[in-house]
């Protein structure tokens, strides 16, 4: 934790010092190592305390020869934070501290080294001590492919690398880094450069850390915390998939809308499309041939089947895009075509939303209680089923109004039409049928019903068009 601190300090300041404190953090796991096969061993067990002896002398001696500007600096980084947060707030500050001062590279090194530490131990241990470098090398490839040795050595790994709150932080911090890097080779694969969601490596890293805590990881007996760290595993894998469709739904729409005919960024959203429906089903293959009938299973179950619908529903929207793309005149039933296939789908996620509620509080009363779990129930019954029921009633008496305006306008007859011989004044296409409003101008019933979800007016001379 000393050495934390003070990378803290360093990196955050002078960005020199990250590498080269990363580095003495590399060097204790190799002390370690080395303790049990070098001939100077008796030495080495001193470098631990070198390390942090030297580690401690900059920022010690820096705070005491400049006590009065130190002083001064707190007293402008106390009036700084202030204004900071009364502009941006304190979740801005939190984040940009955190940013600044490389908190997440400093758990991630943490966790790193101490797990090439208990690896170093747990060969050695296999080892016997024996020091011959013919056996050594032999002791190594017979490693290699040992495939059981290895599996419980991962096992070990995992258990010890989220025993203390401090290690549950680390392990975060990576598997953060590693959602981030996947996420990174999904945006490039789809061709992607103006993404705007980035935050996937952030959003996995504190939906990891909330299970562990709602898990109670930490307290748990070797075997148990194993097994809720795989389900953990299995619930982060259900919301990746989620994050990558995310990103190809946009990207699917803006191809369908924008008439690109680049086959290869085509290709590659629906190879990814086609992953996101093959990945979850072999996955709700494998829970359910190898796990019980639980309440975790159906949670993992429906975050999966959410997934597939999800997917299923971006491509019906985007045939229907593609179909009107290749058309040579408007399709007036596009938008009520669009409209059913998302409300099929919205319906079909706030029916999951509801059962992953029921679900959460049987576990809430029966199995496991706790505050934590209390508190996400109450954010997932607000926003996932009440804002969404909200949101759902609001588009539908939208678009109800909007079709009793309509009808309660005049429709052209084709005498009219031939004598108005002109655009939709929307979209600029021809008028096969029409609407007439009040004030006597001539536009598509399904372009005047976009433009009255918006606002109740002409488009033209901004009258009233329904009284």
């Known amino acids: 934790m000393i050495l934390a601190t003070t990378f803290i300090h360093l990196a955050g300041i002078y960005k020199p010092f990250a590498s080269f404190l990363a580095f003495l953090y590399l060097i204790l796991p190799y002390q370690a190592f080395s303790s049990y096969t070098s001939p100077y061993r008796l030495y080495l ?22 006590s009065q500007k ?45 797990v090439v530490l208990q690896a170093s131990v747990l060969l050695m241990e296999k080892n016997q001590g024996n020091l011959n470098a013919k056996s050594m090398a032999h002791f190594f490839i017979s ?20 025993e203390t709150i401090v290690a549950v932080l680390g392990m975060t911090s990576v598997l953060s880094g590693i959602t981030y890097r996947i996420g990174c080779l999904i945006q490039s694969f789809l061709m992607i450069d103006d993404y705007e ?138 938008d009520d075509y669009v409209y059913y296939v998302r409300t099929v789908g919205n319906l079909i996620e706030f029916i999951f939303g509801i059962f992953l509620f029921l679900n959460g509080s049987w576990i809430l009363i029966f199995e496991s209680g706790g505050t934590i779990r209390a508190l996400l129930m109450c954010i997932h019954a607000y926003f996932n089923i009440w804002c969404q029921a909200i949101a759902g009633l609001k588009t539908f008496f939208k678009r109800y109004q909007a079709l009793q305006k309509i009808n309660s306008l005049k429709e052209a007859s084709p005498e009219q039409l031939e004598q108005f011989d002109d655009v939709c004044s929307i979209c600029y296409q021809e008028l096969s049928t029409a609407r007439i409003t009040k004030c006597n101008h001539y536009f598509h019933s399904v372009c005047l019903r976009k433009w009255l979800y918006l606002q109740d007016i002409c488009p033209l001379c901004h009258r009233a068009l329904c009284s």
Request: aromatic residues 16%; contains cysteine; proline residues 3%.
């Open 143 to 162: 490693v290699i492919f040992d495939t059981t040795f290895l599996l419980e050595c991962l096992k070990h790994l995992l258990v010890r690398g989220c």
């Open 70 to 114: 130190t002083f001064y600096s707190l007293c402008d980084e106390i009036n700084w934070i202030k204004a900071y947060m009364r502009d941006l707030g304190l979740f801005a500050l939190i984040e940009n501290q955190w940013n600044r001062l490389n908190i997440p590279y400093v758990f991630r090194i943490f966790w790193i080294s101490r």
């Open 197 to 334: 969601d980035r935050s996937i490596g952030s959003i996995s890293a504190i939906l990891f850390f909330i299970i562990a805590l709602q898990n109670d990881l930490t307290s748990m007996d070797p075997e148990k915390r194993l097994q809720r760290l795989y389900r953990s595993f299995y619930l982060l894998f259900a919301a990746m998939l989620h994050f990558f469709h995310n990103m190809v739904s946009p990207s699917l729409f803006s191809l369908s809308a924008s008439r690109n005919l680049s086959f290869t960024r085509h290709f590659r959203a629906l190879i990814v499309c086609a992953g996101l429906i093959i990945s979850p089903y072999f996955f709700l293959i494998y829970l359910w041939n190898n796990h019980t009938l639980s309440t975790w299973l159906l949670a993992v179950s429906t975050f999966c089947i959410e997934v597939i619908v999800k997917v299923i529903i971006t491509l019906l929207i985007y045939t229907l895009f593609m179909i009107d793309a290749f058309r040579s005149s408007i399709w007036e039933q596009l």
């Open 45 to 66: 067990i001193y470098l631990p305390s070198i390390v942090l002896v030297f580690s401690l002398i900059y920022p010690i001696s820096s705070v005491i020869y400049n």
